[in-house]
């Protein structure tokens, strides 16, 4: 049984991308799936002078390990103002402190989902670009536009993009 790892680079109680992220690991077959929400990871703004007098903080770690301890990552970003949410950025930055190589060569099914027509495709662009500097094997990605017109009950409810979300999903399953 393989481990997955879920999240949404947000901090949104009702976030979309969660939802999105959390209906695509329950595609992944014969795996067990940990779903983490940014809101238990609090941390402070990453400031140089704050690593310097008190190191990384402790949540950063934790949630580094619980990438150490994945097989493979689903990750849904929120976008904001065409690029990553301030959280998730937050994140990343300690993080990447932590261990350049972020994302240690996990197998990623990368997404990203908006109320508009661009479904993220700004958040999405910057993170493959970037995510493979941090070591991210990003196998398959999927973009869902229109969130509220085609995701419902925790699921997507038009086929074609549920049908091309199972084949990115399926790629993904390959390289667990
Ligand atoms: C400050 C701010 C900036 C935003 N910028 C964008 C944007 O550039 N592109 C976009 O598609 N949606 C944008 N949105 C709308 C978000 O996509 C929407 O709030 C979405 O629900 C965020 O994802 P989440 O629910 O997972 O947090 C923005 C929202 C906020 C509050």
Do not use: C
Request: charged share 25%; hydrophobic share 40%.
């Amino acid at each position: 049984m393989k481990n997955i790892l879920a999240f949404a680079g947000s901090n949104s109680s009702d976030s979309i991308n969660k939802q999105l992220a959390t209906y695509a690991s329950s595609l992944v077959k014969d795996a067990k799936v940990t779903i983490l929400d940014l809101n238990d990871f609090d941390l402070p703004i990453y400031s140089k002078d704050l690593e310097a007098k008190e190191g990384v903080p402790e949540n950063a770690k934790k949630f580094h390990q619980f990438i150490k301890d994945a097989d493979g990552l689903v990750i849904s970003l929120a976008e904001n103002n065409g690029a990553y949410s301030a959280v998730f950025k937050n994140l990343f930055d300690w993080m990447s402190r932590l261990e350049q190589k972020t994302f240690l060569g996990k197998p990623m099914l990368l997404m990203a989902t908006s109320p508009g027509g661009r479904g993220g495709a700004s958040v999405l662009a910057m993170a493959k670009d970037r995510f493979p500097r941090h070591d991210a094997k990003i196998v398959a990605e999927f973009s869902l536009p229109l969130f509220n017109d085609k995701f419902a009950d925790g699921k997507i409810t038009d086929s074609d993009f549920d049908n091309t979300l199972k084949e990115a999903v399926e790629l993904f399953q390959k390289e667990l």
